[in-house]
């Protein structure tokens, strides 16, 4: 899951950089209002911490130009204003979400998870082919070779997840907040019993899996 992060102090930029990462987000960044606008627009993140006090033109400013632009990347406003009036302010923008500083970045990450793995496909987005596969997300089907795939959603979720991001590593936080995102009790074996149900669907029997396990890492859909 690929975050940008919008935050003009750059010790607490490098802080969340760090901390972020090593929770297994990749962290894009920009340190004012212009470069968050380019970031936000060119660099596609899955979610957006945005701080509201920025040089050049601040949070607030920024998230209405994306919207304007019918950008609808989820964002979460970070901010050290508290006051009731300055939360709405936010969400009358178009924020998802707002942490007042400071936070925990334990809350941070994971409040990022949710609105990136809740964030709808919108409609007529284009499908995804893999191989003989192609995958419809605005009707939520998977065919392979024309024939329908009558797989659950949490698979079909998953191999979304894998292809759009096809040849490279899917850490299983991300997987685990992409398909689990609802859920009040996870299992430990969760994430490793989708992944087995999908190769069910898609592998070819007596052919290596076209999803491959990076141990201790996550998974990667090759093919």
Not at 105 to 130: F, N
Not at 132 to 142: A, K, Y
Not at 162 to 184: H, M, P
């Amino acid at each position: 899951m690929k975050v940008l992060l919008v935050e003009d102090s750059p010790g607490l930029r490098d802080s969340l950089v760090r901390g972020l990462s090593r929770l297994g987000l990749v962290v894009e960044q920009a340190h004012d209002g212009p470069s968050g606008l380019w970031a936000a627009t060119e660099l596609q993140p899955d979610v957006i911490a945005l701080d509201v006090m920025l040089p050049g033109f601040d949070g607030l400013e920024l998230l209405r130009r994306l919207r304007a632009r019918q950008l609808r990347t989820p964002v979460l406003m970070l901010s050290a204003l508290t006051e009731v009036e300055d939360k709405l302010q936010g969400f009358e923008a178009g924020a998802d979400d707002y942490l007042p500083k400071p936070f925990d970045l334990r809350e941070l990450a994971a409040r990022l998870r949710v609105l990136a793995a809740r964030h709808a496909v919108e409609p007529g987005a284009a499908p995804i082919e893999v191989g003989d596969l192609r995958i419809d997300r605005t009707r939520s089907e998977v065919r392979r070779k024309g024939e329908l795939l009558p797989m659950r959603r949490r698979e079909r979720l998953l191999l979304e997840l894998l292809s759009s991001q096809r040849g490279c590593v899917v850490k299983r936080t991300t997987i685990e907040a992409k398909l689990y995102a609802d859920a009040t009790e996870l299992q430990s074996n969760s994430v490793e019993a989708a992944v087995s149900q999908l190769r069910r669907w898609i592998d070819e029997p007596g052919q290596p899996s076209r999803i491959v396990t990076q141990r201790g890492e996550g998974y990667k859909l090759e093919r």
